[in-house]
């Protein structure tokens, strides 16, 4: 049965929502050749229509949705100076009041949550039930900061001296970014956006202008990282730098700041792996690796790794093969002729990747594994995944997994941020904490093994923020703080009361919980 877009999700009618709640955000340009609408850039305390437009594709199946206006440099210096000055006034504004305009925001986004998780839909190929989770995970975790606040400002914190920059990736537009910003506001600070790139564009323009409108100084910046970095990370106005991330971008952030005392937390990828050893819960294992194919392993929380006690291989091969092969893909939106508005969406674990460039990356690691003498034990296909009758389908990636990649190949030591997961076999528990700790550092790890002291006394030496005994570990909501070890996180960790700490000021010589060259402090309990 050929396949139909679900009534009422097609990418004009999702655009028109967007353009009737925030028309002051959007240029219509009717007589376009493309037909594209163009984004403004919130700066200087509007809408603005400046900065070169570029096509945004989706990568559901690459149509242009909008133009992006790329802001210069130039242009970028002036919205950081009025942000620095909307800061000095936002800082001496009473808590109380602080509180009040964002709780106005929180209502004000909250009717439109579903419009919000659409845009996510098209613009990040994000399925429904996750994107949804994504604008909820946002608006409830800052309505629990905002009972919290108080607490968390006790015995004199007060705001940085100037906004928050914040560069973030595309994967997390609302739960990452809007729920930082909102909170960051809620300390007491101004607060400046980029807009990635690659997707998310319309769900933070729609965001941003509700938040303006009821007073909120949030200033949102599109270009490209190269040029506006210098100003987004070096502006001597900017008090900190939020950044989200990869390794190599992050890097960069982290060199710009290497001659400044500017307070920064810059997440950076890192390699989680799951560690197999002297286990044999398997059903309650494959409930856990089901769940962490969500979004195509697309966050810095998943675990592409699998590092496995030899004598168990076999065990933990016919438990994980199946979940691999029922993984659910495809267009997010595709429904069959029985479908009816009322109807839930597809309900699937993960759409494309975010760019069909992406997914030719991730194919040529996959292959130049296994020209290297990776053993392929699964290669999904796209053959039968649910797809619209002639849809472009060049970035989507099907499931894969590779036994023993080489150690000179990119999966041995680097976060593939896509549905491959590779396998190493070892012998001894010292080769096995080598094998999870193969890219110095990682945000997350977790071991599976029947005798949790000793799995307790592994985790030890593992060089992972979070450390899961029998479960999985995530970024966490609300109270849980979230960092990462060795080069997957530099500066203040967050999460929890330490978001707050991050982004105020306490008593002089204080020493924040994080990974800096001078020191690195954990919180307890984590």
């Given at each position: 049965?050929?396949?139909?877009?679900?009534?009422?999700?097609?990418?004009?009618?999702?655009?028109?929502?967007?353009?009737?709640?925030?028309?002051?955000?959007?240029?219509?340009?009717?007589?376009?050749?493309?037909?594209?609408?163009?984004?403004?850039?919130?700066?200087?305390?509007?809408?603005?229509?400046?900065?070169?437009?570029?096509?945004?594709?989706?990568?559901?199946?690459?149509?242009?949705?909008?133009?992006?206006?790329?802001?210069?440099?130039?242009?970028?210096?002036?919205?950081?100076?009025?942000?620095?000055?909307?800061?000095?006034?936002?800082?001496?504004?009473?808590?109380?009041?602080?509180?009040?305009r964002v709780v106005a925001a929180l209502d004000a986004l909250t009717p439109h949550r579903d419009l919000l998780a659409l845009l996510l839909v098209w613009e990040i190929g994000k399925p429904w039930r996750l994107a949804c989770a994504d604008v909820d995970r946002a608006l409830d975790g800052v309505r629990w900061y905002v009972e919290e606040i108080d607490r968390m400002l006790a015995g004199?914190?007060?705001?940085?001296?100037?906004?928050?920059?914040?560069?973030?990736?595309?994967?997390?537009?609302?739960?990452?970014?809007?729920?930082?910003?909102?909170?960051?506001?809620?300390?007491?600070?101004?607060?400046?956006?980029?807009?990635?790139?690659?997707?998310?564009?319309?769900?933070?323009?729609?965001?941003?202008?509700?938040?303006?409108?009821?007073?909120?100084?949030?200033?949102?910046?599109?270009?490209?990282?190269?040029?506006?970095?210098?100003?987004?990370?070096?502006?001597?106005?900017?008090?900190?730098?939020?950044?989200?991330?990869?390794?190599?971008?992050?890097?960069?952030?982290?060199?710009?700041?290497?001659?400044?005392?500017?307070?920064?937390?810059?997440?950076?990828?890192?390699?989680?792996?799951?560690?197999?050893?002297?286990?044999?819960?398997?059903?309650?294992?494959?409930?856990?690796?089901?769940?962490?194919?969500?979004?195509?392993?697309?966050?810095?929380?998943?675990?592409?790794?699998?590092?496995?006690?030899?004598?168990?291989?076999?065990?933990?091969?016919?438990?994980?093969?199946?979940?691999?092969?029922?993984?659910?893909?495809?267009?997010?939106?595709?429904?069959?002729?029985?479908?009816?508005?009322?109807?839930?969406?597809?309900?699937?674990?993960?759409?494309?990747?975010?760019?069909?460039?992406?997914?030719?990356?991730?194919?040529?690691?996959?292959?130049?594994?296994?020209?290297?003498?990776?053993?392929?034990?699964?290669?999904?296909?796209?053959?039968?995944?649910?797809?619209?009758?002639?849809?472009?389908?060049?970035?989507?990636?099907?499931?894969?997994?590779?036994?023993?990649?080489?150690?000179?190949?990119?999966?041995?030591?680097?976060?593939?941020?896509?549905?491959?997961?590779?396998?190493?076999?070892?012998?001894?528990?010292?080769?096995?904490?080598?094998?999870?700790?193969?890219?110095?550092?990682?945000?997350?790890?977790?071991?599976?093994?029947?005798?949790?002291?000793?799995?307790?006394?592994?985790?030890?030496?593992?060089?992972?923020?979070?450390?899961?005994?029998?479960?999985?570990?995530?970024?966490?909501?609300?109270?849980?703080?979230?960092?990462?070890?060795?080069?997957?996180?530099?500066?203040?960790?967050?999460?929890?009361?330490?978001?707050?700490?991050?982004?105020?000021?306490?008593?002089?010589?204080?020493?924040?919980?994080?990974?800096?060259?001078?020191?690195?402090?954990?919180?307890?309990?984590?």
């Amino acid at each position: 049965m050929a396949l139909r877009l679900a009534d009422g999700t097609a990418w004009q009618e999702t655009l028109a929502r967007a353009v009737e709640t925030a028309p002051e955000a959007f240029d219509l340009e009717p007589g376009r050749p493309d037909g594209a609408v163009t984004l403004r850039n919130l700066i200087e305390g509007a809408w603005q229509s400046t900065g070169a437009p570029t096509a945004v594709r989706t990568p559901v199946d690459n149509t242009v949705l909008v133009n992006l206006p790329r802001l210069d440099a130039e242009s970028a210096r002036s919205a950081v100076a009025f942000a620095a000055a909307e800061h000095r006034d936002w800082a001496a504004t009473p808590l109380a009041d602080r509180k009040a305009r964002v709780v106005a925001a929180l209502d004000a986004l909250t009717p439109h949550r579903d419009l919000l998780a659409l845009l996510l839909v098209w613009e990040i190929g994000k399925p429904w039930r996750l994107a949804c989770a994504d604008v909820d995970r946002a608006l409830d975790g800052v309505r629990w900061y905002v009972e919290e606040i108080d607490r968390m400002l006790a015995g004199g914190r007060e705001p940085l001296p100037g906004p928050v920059s914040n560069i973030a990736s595309w994967n997390y537009p609302m739960s990452v970014l809007v729920h930082a910003e909102l909170v960051q506001l809620l300390a007491g600070n101004a607060v400046i956006a980029k807009t990635p790139s690659q997707g998310g564009a319309v769900c933070l323009t729609v965001a941003h202008a509700l938040m303006r409108r009821v007073g909120l100084p949030a200033t949102l910046v599109s270009g490209s990282g190269e040029e506006l970095s210098e100003v987004l990370v070096r502006a001597p106005e900017i008090g900190a730098v939020a950044f989200v991330g990869g390794r190599s971008n992050g890097g960069k952030v982290a060199a710009a700041l290497l001659d400044t005392d500017k307070r920064h937390m810059i997440e950076q990828e890192g390699l989680n792996a799951w560690g197999i050893w002297e286990f044999s819960q398997w059903d309650m294992l494959a409930t856990h690796l089901k769940k962490g194919f969500e979004y195509g392993k697309q966050r810095c929380t998943a675990y592409p790794r699998f590092v496995v006690q030899r004598d168990l291989v076999d065990q933990f091969l016919d438990m994980y093969l199946p979940v691999v092969r029922s993984v659910r893909f495809g267009h997010p939106l595709a429904v069959d002729d029985t479908w009816s508005p009322g109807d839930p969406l597809p309900d699937l674990d993960f759409g494309p990747l975010i760019s069909a460039g992406k997914a030719d990356e991730l194919r040529r690691k996959v292959d130049e594994a296994v020209r290297g003498g990776a053993i392929p034990l699964y290669r999904g296909r796209l053959d039968g995944a649910p797809f619209l009758p002639g849809q472009d389908t060049s970035a989507y990636v099907a499931p894969s997994v590779l036994l023993a990649p080489p150690g000179r190949s990119r999966l041995m030591h680097a976060e593939p941020f896509g549905p491959v997961d590779t396998i190493v076999v070892v012998d001894t528990e010292e080769e096995l904490l080598a094998a999870m700790n193969a890219s110095n550092g990682a945000l997350v790890a977790s071991l599976a093994c029947d005798d949790e002291e000793k799995a307790a006394k592994l985790a030890v030496d593992l060089q992972a923020f979070k450390v899961g005994i029998n479960r999985p570990r995530s970024r966490g909501d609300r109270a849980e703080p979230f960092g990462g070890r060795g080069a997957s996180w530099k500066g203040a960790f967050v999460g929890g009361d330490l978001l707050v700490q991050a982004v105020t000021v306490g008593e002089p010589g204080e020493r924040l919980y994080g990974n800096f060259p001078e020191w690195t402090a954990l919180p307890p309990n984590i």
